[in-house]
């Protein structure tokens, strides 16, 4: 499946996005780390979906507009996204941040929304959890920690890195930063409009995570308690590039 | 010149071959390797030593703000001031300087100076940093946001010094309805502020702006660091239209000065190469988190970090001008040498550092106060007989 890329305006902000698939819309709201190529699970996804990945506005391609200062900037441009695009009954699928970012915009509008799969969702805080501090580790130690099965680390440091890759590298991270820094990869009001979300949630994470650890499940559980959690083992925080197939599967089965 | 004597207070009992292991001094070294009973020692040691730099005839005592590390052991800089406030007649204390955007409240800054100045009938240099990149880690404050913070607070504080009260403030990240604080300060318009720096060229742009002219302090930097920011300060005041005098320009360096420059070597060695392969060390990552220089900048050090974070000798240090080392006569001719290329008005001089013990750190100041500091203090003033009739 070919994903075509474009550039959308909207906000004031140009939006680098890759779209491919046929089928009911599904937005991938990707992470911490961006969305800077298709990945083996867009493409399977796209044989069911029209899948589209945005590079969030502050990341990758993407501008970086001033308005960008929270995550409910971000969850008001991709309500805007949504309609703008006129998206109905969408799939939203959130990794680490991008799943925050999915509560985000669930809790203000689930109008253009039918289902959220969340993966290894940052968003809320859980007591005796603490997420890692990805603001101290190297690039190395980051890529290390993000998968269980090395091999996925040891492809992604082989790749040579370009001065672009450089710059887009710190680019994600000072907006990380602006959004997550402080509270650390969560809002601690998220909690209270939870239950706004009537659309059916599921829950995905990487059984050895260590980015955000699978004991933040229970939090969300019960935060949530109509969502279902699959726990997927022998993983860390990315299962979509980790399990891919399985990942696919547990997409396909929950939102059909 | 003025010459001021510098202090960072630092943990010198440190266990420095298990700090080696953390990797860093800062942020996450235990506080288990703190003891207070010789902290106890170690604050009074120091004290003294501040105090009896006004007996020996520097023009002021600076202290620093610094949080959660054994390289100094200053959270609240206003602490120290306070107890030098006191115990001190002439001298001037710098404060260099709070860390603005680590305050939740500004005000308290423009408030605990203010007290220290009217103590001092007017004695307070007021230094304003943004605190080091290591400390939005200790703290959690956002580090993309630390400029605005730095700003809108610089701003209430010198409105809060110099309009009548009370008024109200409204900021982005400070809003204050009732802005009137008491006490006032006693200097007019207010204490001289300094801005010292690692070296940024925001920082310069903003402290050379015509509507401030803050003096720029450029702090332990190789010598060509310095005068390469010390220069790009004269230029930005020369693009905004004026000459920045000597007195506008500053540099902070460790110093160390005994019999012959072999001894000096020799005696330093140990407690140096502790401070700067120690005390100063930490990973890129804790020194500069985003937001908190320019990604230019970041991609800069990057490019030097192989360099700028290994392990160096006293000899490269000396040989690169971060460390003023050697006999009276030599330390003299350095800072002469140096003066004349860069012409700084303000020389800050670390007399104590890393591990250097009490006995060292006096008689360096005293063979420092007394056979380097009278020629220094001469440079810039002008020359007697000469005047113009």
């Not at chain 2, 001298?91 to 103590?119: F, N, Q, W």
């Not at chain 2, 005696?267 to 937001?291: D, S, T």
Request: hydrophobic share 40%; charged share 25%; with cysteine.
């Amino acid at each position: 499946m070919s994903f075509a890329q474009s550039t959308l305006r909207l906000d004031g902000c140009n939006v680098s996005l890759r779209r491919g698939g046929k089928g009911a819309p599904l937005l991938y709201l990707h992470g911490a780390g961006g969305a800077p190529v298709v990945l083996p699970f867009m493409e399977q996804l796209a044989e069911r979906y029209d899948v589209l990945v945005p590079e969030h506005p502050g990341w990758g391609l993407s501008d970086e507009p001033e308005w960008l200062e929270n995550i409910h900037d971000l969850a008001y441009f991709y309500l805007d996204f949504l309609r703008a695009l006129d998206l109905k009954n969408a799939v939203l699928v959130g990794s680490s941040m991008g799943g925050w970012l999915a509560l985000e915009m669930a809790v203000r509008d689930c109008s253009r929304i039918r289902s959220i799969v969340l993966v290894g969702p940052a968003g809320i805080a859980a007591p005796g959890v603490q997420p890692a501090d990805i603001f101290l580790m190297s690039p190395e130690e980051l890529t290390r920690n993000l998968f269980h099965d090395q091999s996925f680390a040891e492809k992604m440091l082989a790749q040579p890195i370009t001065p672009e890759m450089v710059d887009i590298q710190l680019k994600n991270r000072h907006t990380v930063a602006r959004l997550a820094w402080e509270p650390r990869l969560h809002d601690p009001f998220l909690p209270k409009w939870l239950h706004r979300i009537e659309v059916p949630v599921k829950i995905v994470w990487g059984a050895e995570d260590r980015i955000l650890p699978a004991a933040f499940a229970n939090e969300f559980k019960r935060l949530l308690p109509k969502a279902e959690v699959e726990i997927v083992p022998q993983c860390g925080h990315l299962p979509q590039t980790e399990k891919a197939e399985q990942f696919c599967d547990i997409v396909f089965r929950f939102a059909g | 010149m003025q010459v001021i004597l510098f202090h960072l207070m630092p943990y010198a009992a440190l266990d420095l071959e298990s700090a080696r292991k953390h990797g860093t001094v800062w942020v996450k070294l235990p506080n288990s390797h703190f003891d207070p009973e010789i902290g106890h020692r170690l604050y009074n040691r120091y004290l003294d030593e501040m105090e009896y730099g006004e007996e020996l005839g520097f023009d002021a005592i600076s202290v620093n703000e610094h949080h959660q590390t054994a390289y100094g052991l200053m959270p609240s800089p206003i602490v120290t001031a306070s107890a030098l406030a006191r115990r001190t007649k002439r001298v001037k204390i710098c404060i260099l300087g709070s860390a603005l955007p680590l305050r939740s409240h500004p005000l308290t800054v423009a408030e605990e100076y203010a007290m220290i100045d009217v103590i001092t009938g007017g004695r307070l240099v007021a230094g304003f940093v943004r605190g080091i990149g290591a400390e939005y880690h200790t703290f959690g404050v956002n580090p993309t946001f630390s400029h605005e913070r730095f700003h809108e607070a610089h701003d209430l504080i010198i409105r809060a010094w110099t309009e009548p009260g009370p008024f109200a403030f409204q900021g982005r990240h400070y809003n204050v309805q009732y802005v009137n604080v008491w006490p006032r300060p006693y200097q007019k318009p207010h204490p001289p502020v300094w801005i010292p720096s690692q070296g940024s060229r925001e920082t310069i742009d903003w402290a050379s702006h015509p509507s401030r002219r803050y003096p720029y302090l450029q702090t332990f930097s190789p010598a060509k660091v310095v005068a390469r920011y010390l220069k790009m300060y004269r230029d930005t005041c020369k693009g905004y239209g004026y000459e920045a005098p000597d007195s506008q320009l500053g540099w902070a360096v460790p110093v160390y000065v005994a019999k012959s420059d072999e001894d000096a070597r020799r005696e330093a060695k140990p407690h140096f190469e502790a401070f700067r392969n120690v005390f100063v060390r930490m990973p890129i990552e804790m020194l500069l988190p985003p937001g908190y220089t320019s990604r230019e900048s970041y991609k800069n050090v990057l490019k030097a970090k192989a360099e700028m974070f290994a392990d160096i000798t006293i000899d490269k240090a000396i040989e690169l001008g971060l460390f003023v080392c050697g006999s009276p006569a030599t330390v003299r001719r350095k800072f002469e040498e140096h003066w004349r290329e860069m012409r700084f008005g303000n020389l800050l001089v670390l007399l104590q550092f890393g591990t250097l013990p009490g006995d060292l750190t006096r008689r360096n100041m005293e063979l420092f106060a007394r056979e380097v500091m009278p020629g220094l203090k001469k440079l810039g003033m002008p020359v007697e007989g000469a005047a113009v009739g």
